[in-house]
């Protein structure tokens, strides 16, 4: 785009500009030009047998495959993906764990023997029916396969390119995405992915050269590690997904650069302190806030930061909205009134996200959150959403004496589990004053329990301001008044 060019925030510039709210939407030119692939990008390209990648619904797990995959295929190796439709039917028989696990392997090894002939145009169905036969060393049997296939059929150049890169690595690499379509938390869930889990390492132990990545939802992984002891021998191929406010800051940065056509340096802007970055956003949002109480006058993003959940899908949905009203207003900067009209759209959104994601952990999860609510007093006395450790338990047993909470697989749910789940669907975050007078904040992917107790480590609990205005629409200026932002 021409850097002289004023912004009109038509829908095709806002998905340009910031990008599409999935990764499978986004054209992998454009994801790649503004990708931001951080330490956890190394981890989970590494060349080792399984790795599994772990973090909530919005921090990027697709868009980190999809970029994965586009590189694998110039480095000459051979990604498969594998898709829920791919294993509908896998995993789902009433049979024992073992047995599970021997379906599980059966499956997977007949889905990426095909896959792989058919990448290389030597699919047929007499070779693949051999794919069946139990046991069958699979990166050994392609290997004998295409050797014996590939001067006997007229195959594309591309085909014999990643033949003969294939027979140099005797490597092949699956990536399964998206395994928690249809999820509901229940026991044969639970099950079904602890089984494919370790039926996973099991022909990773026994192929040399097969090489597993597969993405899980937090929540997901959570329930099976909690839930299956097995599980314990795959935890340290686990990588944790989690972004600072810096990086998504840079991430932003790099959209608005690649956008206008400019060059990028990851490692520079990495390493240069977040006041001497904001100015790279001018183009597109006016510099400063001017809210009201302690959002007033204060940097553009302070606010952006401190209303993403530190999830990158959180600050593409919070900038489109206010672009779309920057749009009907005819601005070419997205400023504050167009923050301002959007925040109860945002927070009733995010509010919805959380509700449809862990409803199947725990059915009453929309009850819990809108009883979260400030009451009165609270709100006078202070700011209504901090608790301390008592606080909060004393807040969510007046919750219970409405509701009878249970969790999916049938546990009832105390009040420090209750705590605990909120904690770990980041609705709350851990707070505290430092010396210094600033908030340090944690997450749960920075301290995470994996317990069923929630133990007092000295903070404070603070619902996320990306919930406030869906929670106190009708006093929208306490918000105002007493969130104290990200620095």
Request: overall charge neutral; charged content about 30%; hydrophobic content about 40%.
């Amino acid at each position: 785009m021409n850097t002289d060019q004023k912004l009109v925030f038509s829908d095709e510039t806002i998905q340009s500009l910031f990008g599409f709210e999935d990764a499978e939407s986004e054209p992998i030119d454009r994801l790649r030009e503004y990708y931001l692939k951080k330490d956890t990008f190394a981890r989970v390209v590494s060349d080792l047998p399984i790795r599994i990648l772990v973090g909530h619904k919005g921090t990027g797990k697709s868009a980190l495959f999809k970029v994965a995959i586009a590189e694998e295929k110039e480095n000459g190796n051979l990604p498969i993906l594998i898709k829920p439709d791919d294993i509908a039917e896998l995993g789902k028989s009433d049979e024992n764990f073992l047995l599970r696990i021997r379906q599980w392997k059966l499956g997977l090894t007949k889905i990426i023997g095909s896959k792989v002939l058919n990448e290389f145009g030597l699919y047929d169905e007499k070779t693949a029916g051999k794919l069946s036969q139990f046991g069958v060393k699979l990166v050994s049997f392609v290997s004998e396969t295409v050797t014996s296939l590939k001067d006997k059929i007229d195959l594309q150049p591309i085909q014999i390119k990643s033949i003969n890169n294939f027979l140099k690595t005797k490597k092949i690499i699956i990536y399964l995405d998206d395994l928690d379509r249809g999820w509901q938390g229940k026991k044969d869930d639970i099950n079904r992915i602890s089984t494919l889990l370790n039926a996973i390492r099991d022909l990773a132990n026994d192929n040399a050269g097969l090489i597993f990545k597969v993405s899980l939802r937090s929540d997901v992984y959570y329930l099976v590690r909690t839930s299956d002891e097995s599980t314990d021998k795959i935890e340290g191929s686990v990588v944790w997904y989690k972004w600072s406010n810096h990086e998504i800051l840079v991430l932003l940065i790099k959209r608005v650069l690649t956008f206008f056509g400019e060059k990028s340096d990851e490692e520079q802007l990495m390493k240069t302190p977040q006041k001497h970055l904001i100015h790279y956003l001018d183009r597109v949002f006016e510099p400063r806030f001017y809210g009201k109480g302690k959002w007033e006058d204060v940097a553009i993003h302070r606010i952006l930061m401190s209303l993403t959940r530190k999830r990158p899908r959180d600050l593409v949905k919070l900038c489109s909205l206010a672009a779309q009203q920057a749009y009907s207003s005819g601005s070419n900067l997205l400023r504050s009134p167009h923050f301002q009209a959007i925040f109860e759209e945002y927070s009733q959104g995010r509010i919805q996200d959380t509700i449809n994601e862990y409803r199947t952990e725990l059915p009453l999860i929309e009850k819990l959150i809108f009883g979260m609510k400030p009451t009165k007093k609270e709100r006078f006395a202070a700011d209504g959403y901090i608790y301390s450790t008592a606080e909060l338990q004393i807040k969510i047993n007046n919750i219970k004496q409405q509701n009878n909470f249970s969790f999916t697989n049938g546990r009832s749910a105390t009040a420090k589990d209750l705590a605990q789940f909120l904690f770990k669907i980041n609705f709350l975050t851990a707070r505290k004053v430092l010396d210094d007078g600033t908030i340090q904040r944690k997450y749960f992917e920075e301290n995470r329990y994996l317990s069923n107790s929630f133990v007092d480590f000295g903070y404070d609990w603070e619902v996320h301001p990306a919930f406030r205005w869906a929670l106190q629409p009708d006093d929208i200026q306490d918000i105002f008044n007493n969130l104290i932002l990200n620095p």
